[in-house]
């Protein structure tokens, strides 16, 4: 089992945004890479709830860019109208080019189109985290859910890995709490959100790698494309 993500042990990330892609293509492409990516973890559905403070401090840092930054959520597992099992709340902190996670477990809940409203309420309260993480939990409300598929690859020395995100939905959490799922954005068909994942000890060979894709580095984050597209 991998150790949990801390400062310590950090590692760099990097994004690709490819458009109009088709899986299976994609998938072929990088098992012919000279890294050699293979399938190392079955497909599966994530789920955040993403948390932020009234005025988006989350949200506005990562649009600007600081240095210091961090993203609150739950995450589980599976699908999203039905029981969430093994939730996280995981804080998620960058500073530069790394990132790291603290994580929490919190209770199993039911999410159904009225559900979550009444779940995440109480997370401040009872999540047995940190004082600090607890604080920034309390500071915060639920903001937004999305929902995508990810599929995990990983390098032949093991040191690089991928994963492959599609099919984002969003969910606006204002209108989960009067129970109308039905207001939500995707990202469309034939996006794909590539994101390579390392150890800062293997820095040296990422151009190496990145270079061989045909695909353009950028800036993305799923939670600001989420703002973006419900509310703004």
């Not at 240095?67 to 093994?86: C, F, I, P, Q």
């Not at 530069?96 to 996670?101: F, H, M, R």
């Not at 995100?165 to 009067?178: A, E, G, P, Q």
Request: glycine content about 6%.
């Amino acid at each position: 089992m991998s150790r949990p993500l801390t400062e310590e042990n950090g590692r760099f990330e990097r994004k690709f945004v490819i458009q109009n892609a088709w899986m299976p293509e994609v998938t072929l492409l990088l098992r012919n890479h000279f890294a050699r990516f293979r399938e190392i973890y079955p497909d599966r559905r994530i789920n955040n709830v993403y948390f932020d403070s009234h005025n988006l401090e989350s949200y506005h840092d990562s649009v600007d860019g600081l240095r210091s930054r961090y993203k609150a959520r739950v995450r589980w597992y599976g699908k999203m109208l039905d029981e969430a099992r093994n939730p996280v709340y995981e804080l998620k902190v960058k500073k530069g080019l790394i990132g790291w996670k603290y994580k929490y477990p919190v209770e199993d809940f039911g999410v159904t189109r009225r559900g979550i409203s009444s779940m995440v309420r109480g997370f401040g309260r009872d999540c047995r985290c940190s004082p600090v993480h607890t604080d920034i939990l309390k500071r915060s409300t639920p903001v937004l859910v999305n929902s995508y598929s990810r599929k995990y690859l990983g390098s032949a020395d093991n040191r690089y890995r991928l994963t492959l995100d599609t099919d984002l939905k969003v969910y606006d959490i204002y209108s989960m709490r009067c129970g109308n799922l039905q207001h939500l954005t995707d990202m469309g068909p034939g996006k794909i959100i590539l994101e390579i994942k390392y150890s800062p000890d293997d820095d040296n060979r990422i151009d190496a790698i990145t270079n061989a894709f045909p695909f353009r580095l950028s800036k993305s984050s799923k939670y600001v494309d989420s703002v973006n597209d419900l509310y703004l």
